[in-house]
């Protein structure tokens, strides 16, 4: 089992920064990667960024590349996601996941935060 937990969203401007993140208990290393998934009101859940559990290997998808990094706290089990120059459009609940592949697809992750809600405005 893991549990991850959010923590850091909030309201800021748009051109503004906020840094969530994501604790992680439990057998975490049993998984391979953690990823950083996204979902506005109305659209699907989609990926945002993606570390592996060691903290070795990152990957930002394209649409967020130069805005967006990932990175860990090895002694906290903590992995962050630093966003900054948002845009109203990276308004959206955001939630870390852990899951073995190497993916940003939702369903090749088996646990689940809660989420954090973050808003930018214009």
């Known amino acids: 089992q893991v549990q991850l937990v959010e923590s850091g969203g909030g309201s800021v401007q748009a051109g503004g920064s906020l840094k969530l993140a994501c604790v992680a208990s439990?057998?975490?290393?049993?998984?391979?990667?953690i990823g950083w998934f996204r979902q506005a009101p109305g659209k699907q859940r989609e990926g945002a960024a993606l570390?592996?559990?060691?903290?070795?290997?990152?990957h930002i998808p394209g649409s967020n590349e130069g805005r967006f990094t990932v990175s860990k706290d090895s002694a906290t089990d903590t992995y962050y996601l630093q966003m900054t120059s948002l845009k109203p459009e990276d308004t959206a609940m955001y939630f870390c996941?852990?899951?073995?592949?190497?993916?940003?697809?939702?369903?090749?992750?088996?646990?689940w935060g809660q989420g954090t809600q973050v808003t930018v405005s214009s």
């Open positions: 439990g057998n975490i290393y049993s998984m391979n990667y």
């Open positions: 570390i592996s559990t060691h903290g070795m290997h990152t």
């Open positions: 996941a852990a899951g073995r592949d190497f993916s940003v697809r939702p369903e090749d992750f088996a646990y």
